[in-house]
């Protein structure tokens, strides 16, 4: 099986970049492969022009990857755990960067609990002071807010975009979408191993079909509107280019005897983009599938 | 602290924390042998002229518990990490498969002699115990604290599941440490199975060390010295090799 074919892109020094796409499109293939944990069977990748095979070393100081799985080490306590993976990089004398990372991810009191002890969502902060613990120059987040309450979110990202402001390079890869449109300057679109977007974010959303018209219904969206139409529940959404389409698409609803409630008109956000690029390149399995 | 040294530390810490079932365990296990075996064979079994059976079996006990030690550190430590997925803390590292061997192999040597003299230092009062050449004792319960440790690697690394690890030792590292002469001279079996013993790398640890002890052995001290080393060898051999490739760590 091809987890990746001909991914070619380039993140520059600085960036917060993106990497989005559905399950299996290989996005943690591509961090395995970045990271060392899996051997590519052709090509190269490099950290910040270390090559992560010839010159592993050097491109494992420069990587800190936050791993998607909840794991841990049931033996230690956060400060110890924090203090051995530190010295696994060998930097000495790190207490006052560990310190500092426990404070920013809320840990401070967590310091000597058992990991055993420790709520998922503490377990993933710990993750990420794992992962910040050398100081890397590049930080790499694989869907760091799966299943992680609102605060930890806010307290996650204002930590991260700070790092970035400072001159971390960030990628990350996330199912949020309104994350990834507030954090990310670039982005890139993975479906089934073949990179098939990548632009600036805004490039992307400017590049989307204008507007969206949004109701609420009471009752099945009439047969003919079903194509392009995006059903969430009682959520009916559709792309509008103009007046024209609005009123066609509201004119297709009272005539099936439906009322559309809380109406609205708004921008087309990156989940809607997301949703355009991923129909445009519809794998051929799912085309035949379809009726 | 460099990287394979915090490696090392957090490998002994780790068998450190539960001193009890790691070292205090296997203590008590010998000693169990101790007075059971010496009990009920001390007036029936004489191996060699001048030592008595009690006093035979400390040296022997002490190199089995060294062993079966060395190899549970690595390999538990390994699987353990593989199960719960720690390991990719590890992995994500810039440590080279070298430090990964001296830092896991240090410590399962490490935990080997705490224990090997650990039993020895309780086994010693229930019998007299000479020591007539100490250095070949240091010499085979370092080398034979290697090999396993190297083994346990290959295992933790082999194995996938707890299952496959209880298999290894159940079946390759208990028989033969049990069939290595820890409790009897291979000279008092019959020709077949002294043939067997001679091709059981174990008997010549067990051997070797115990002529550190008393001078006397069933094989020449260097004939021991030749197979352990080599094997030990081999074994590190196939080790590096394993953590070099990756083997079941890195796809």
Redesign the interface.
Known sequence: MLALDQVSLDIEEGEFFGLLGPNGAGKTTMITILAGLAKATSGRVSVLGSDVQVDFAQARRKLGVVPQELVFDPFFNVREALRFQSGYFGVRHNDAWIDELLDSLGLTDKANANMRMLSGGMKRRVLVGLALVHKPPVIVLDEPTAGVDVELRQTLWAFIAKLNKQGSTVLLTTHYLEEAEALCGRIAMLKTGRVVALDSTSALLKAASGNVLRFKIDGDLPVALLPGARVTGRVVQFPAQDALAVERYLAAVREAGLVAHDIEIRRADLEDVFLDVMNRHASPAVQKVAP | ???W???F??EV??FW?VVGQTVGGPILTAMLYLLIFGHALESHVKVYEQVSYTAFLVPGLAMMSLLQNAFANSSSSLIA?KV???L?????????YLHWFVAYVGASVFRGLVVGLGVFAVSAFFAPISFVAPVWIAVFALMGATLMGALGLIAGLHSEKFEQLAAFQNFIVMPMTFLSGVFYSIHSLPPFWQTVSHFNPFFYMIDGFRYGFFGISDVSPWLSLGVVGSTMLVVSALALTLLRT?YHI??
Not at chain 2, 88 to 96: G, I
Request: aromatic share 12%; glycine share 12%; proline share 4%.
């Open positions: 602290m460099t990287g040294q915090m490696l530390y957090k810490m780790r924390r990490s719960m997925g720690n990719v803390f590890l992995l994500l590292t810039p440590l080279s990756g890195r796809y």
